[in-house]
Nanobody, 120 residues
Framework: QVQLVESGGGSVQAGGSLRLSCVASRDINNCAGWFRQAPGKAREEVAYIGSYDNIRYRDSVKGRFTISLDHAKKTLYLQMDSLQPEDNGMYYC????????????????WGQGTQVTVSS
């Protein structure tokens, strides 16, 4: 199972930016994404790279967040701009397996999370 380590979280004011990184113990064959969880709320998907390099974003972050994957560095990134208080939460990266060119979530691997705090 791949090991994932996130970093880059912190405290910023509304309108600020952060770049999250997720370093994997081996190359990630796409099928990877960022999720977040606010206190008292369910974990939600923020951005995801699919098996065909197709990218999807949560509606509330479209135009502000950018997900990218550097295979050479085995690192998944999340560039977050124009941060708002509603973006507060613990951010986790996750990777899935690829089977027959499709992402399979049955054996999803998670990192330990990195905290993002946005003040108004």
């Amino acid at each position: 199972q791949v090991q994932l380590v996130e970093s880059g979280g912190g405290s910023v004011q509304a309108g600020g930016s952060l770049r999250l990184s997720c370093v994997a113990s081996r190359d990630i064959n796409n099928c990877a994404g960022w999720f977040r969880q606010a206190p008292g709320k369910a974990r939600e998907e923020v951005a995801y790279i699919g098996s065909y390099d197709n990218i999807r974003y949560r509606d509330s972050v479209k135009g502000r967040f950018t997900i990218s994957l550097d295979h050479a560095k085995k690192t998944l990134y999340l560039q977050m701009d124009s941060l708002q208080p509603e973006d507060n939460g613990m951010y986790y990266c996750a990777t899935d397996s690829m089977r027959n060119d499709r992402c399979v979530t049955s054996f999803r691997s998670w990192g330990q999370g990195t905290q993002v705090t946005v003040s108004s």
